[in-house]
């Protein structure tokens, strides 16, 4: 990983991480972020990033289970993330950040019925999702600070276009301290 300062208000972060697992192989994972510093209390960054999650050893060597069997040939799950964040304070007591986003999995690991039989796990799914997540704090008095969070998430299932389950569309949190 590395940082270069582009102009006196622009940098720009860049990396690359591998990984070998000795059972399914290696995978190569760049990340990227791009900050720009607008004015003397506004901040806007554009990132990117991949990831993987390997398949666990329950995905890829149970056996003997009536429900469901693992499968030796799996690839790691990737994900795709592409973030646009801003963080602003209006004043010294004042600080808001928004992020924005998107994703994209491919080869989720899903155990899917073949036949007859316990489901195999194969990496049959893939998601697609995009979001945004705002942030209030405020120092209101000596020893008085309030916080609220809002996350709005909405994922989706890219081969049946459904809403993937489990997972929270709206989310308000509010706390004083």
Not at 4 to 26: C, H, Q
Not at 28 to 53: E, I, S
Not at 74 to 83: A, F, S, V
């Amino acid at each position: 990983q590395d940082e270069w300062k582009l102009a006196n208000d622009w940098e720009l972060t860049a990396g690359v991480r591998y990984d070998d697992y000795s059972d399914f192989g290696g995978t190569v994972n760049p990340r990227a972020a791009l900050v720009w510093a607008a004015g003397y209390n506004l901040t806007a960054k554009f990132l990117y990033g991949q990831a993987f999650r390997p398949p666990s050893a329950q995905e890829l060597f149970i056996k003997n289970n009536p429900v469901i069997s693992g499968n030796k040939l799996l690839d790691q799950e990737e994900i795709d993330t592409y973030e646009l964040a801003f963080d602003y304070s209006p004043s010294l007591d004042v600080n808001t950040r928004l992020n924005i986003y998107y994703y994209n999995i491919d080869d989720l690991i899903e155990f899917t019925a073949t036949g007859p039989g316990p489901a195999v796990a194969m990496n049959a799914g893939e998601q697609r999702g995009k979001g945004l997540e705002l942030e209030v704090e405020w120092d209101i008095a000596n020893n008085v600070d309030l916080y609220v969070n809002f996350a709005h998430q909405d994922s989706v299932n890219k081969k049946t276009d459904t809403d993937v389950a489990n997972t929270a569309g709206d989310q308000l949190y509010m706390r004083l301290d």
